[in-house]
């Protein structure tokens, strides 16, 4: 045995609440919309723009390439998305919302709004303390190169 405990240990602590948030919310767009949570990623991301590369997605939403790539393939069988060749960059793809895309969002922010008042009540008075400490976080990190497996 060692003296290390996995419980105590914060990436791992953020890595359970990470999970047990994301599984919280992702029931609702799941049942209803068949979607997974790195298709909820890139939806919520394109909901804040017009038209984005899956370049930028990527660099955003902490996914990489591939995995963005098939989750716009998906969500575009499904109608939710499209995408077009970048006409000044030709290796871009640039993927938009489709009507059915934005019926979606409109649908599931309400119940994103809800449930992210649920963690606040949840949090309590240390809400905005935590979310500050949390962008801090994020922020002190930065946009490293992720580790995958």
Known sequence: MTSFKLDDFL???????????????????????GISVSEWRVVAHLSQADSVSVREIHQRV????PKVSRAASRLEAAGYVTKTVNPQDRRLVELSLTPKGREMIEALTPIAHRYEEHLSQLLGAEDAQFRTRVSQLIA?????????D
């Open 62 to 65: 902490d996914m990489d390439k």
């Open 140 to 148: 002190a990190l930065g946009p490293e190169i992720r580790n995958e």
């Open 11 to 33: 990436p791992y602590q953020l890595a359970v609440l990470s999970s047990r948030v994301s599984d919280g919310f992702s029931r609702h767009y799941r049942n209803a919309y």
